[in-house]
């Protein structure tokens, strides 16, 4: 099956009604509201091809990052949206965007108790860049995801 068809379309507007779906990405109300307006927020949209010409299925905030990379700060697909190949497409649409910004590299972060996001972000071709040793400690509230306390912030790169 051919990619699906993701658009980025910018928010120039009010940012705070995606802080609900930002929440999916990360679980820190302060630290979503900490970074919601830095960088572009995106939202993103698919041609499903049912009778809506594109339909809002995720967002993503990009932030530009160390001297020449973008960074996917956080991603969200709206849950009936996941694990159908659009967040590969998203992926794919987001390099797209930054290779045509001249940005050589995209980076993104995600906790080491996330193993499905870690196998997501492999699987679209992201690989291992680093660790940042006790990142989530400093979170307000610990971070648990199925049982599993996160601590560490494992990065990911992609060369564009
Ligand atoms: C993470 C997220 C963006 C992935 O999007 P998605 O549409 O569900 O993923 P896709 O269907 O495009 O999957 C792409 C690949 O990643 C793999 N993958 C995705 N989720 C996975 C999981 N939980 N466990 C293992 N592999 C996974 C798929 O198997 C697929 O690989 P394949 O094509 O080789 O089979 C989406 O699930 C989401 O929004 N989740 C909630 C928010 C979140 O966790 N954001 C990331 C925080 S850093």
Avoid: W
């Amino acid at each position: 099956m051919p990619d699906p068809l993701i658009t980025l379309r910018r928010v120039d507007g009010d940012r705070g009604a995606f802080i609900p779906l930002l929440l999916e990405a990360d679980e820190s109300e302060p630290m979503v509201r900490g970074y919601l307006e830095a960088g572009e927020l995106f939202e993103l949209t698919a041609d499903l091809g049912g009778p809506a010409a594109a339909e809002a299925v995720g967002a993503v905030l990009l932030t530009p990052t160390e001297p020449d990379a973008l960074e996917i700060k956080n991603i969200a697909l709206r849950a009936e949206h996941r694990g159908r190949g659009l967040g590969r497409a998203a992926i794919g649409a987001i390099a797209t965007e930054a290779r045509s910004r001249g940005a050589p590299r995209l980076v993104v972060g995600t906790a080491d108790s996330s193993a499905g996001t870690i196998a997501f972000y492999r699987a679209c071709g992201f690989r291992d860049s680093g660790r940042l040793e006790g990142f989530f400690d400093a979170y307000p509230e610990p971070v648990i995801e199925d049982g599993v306390q996160a601590h560490d912030m494992i990065l990911f790169e992609m060369l564009l």
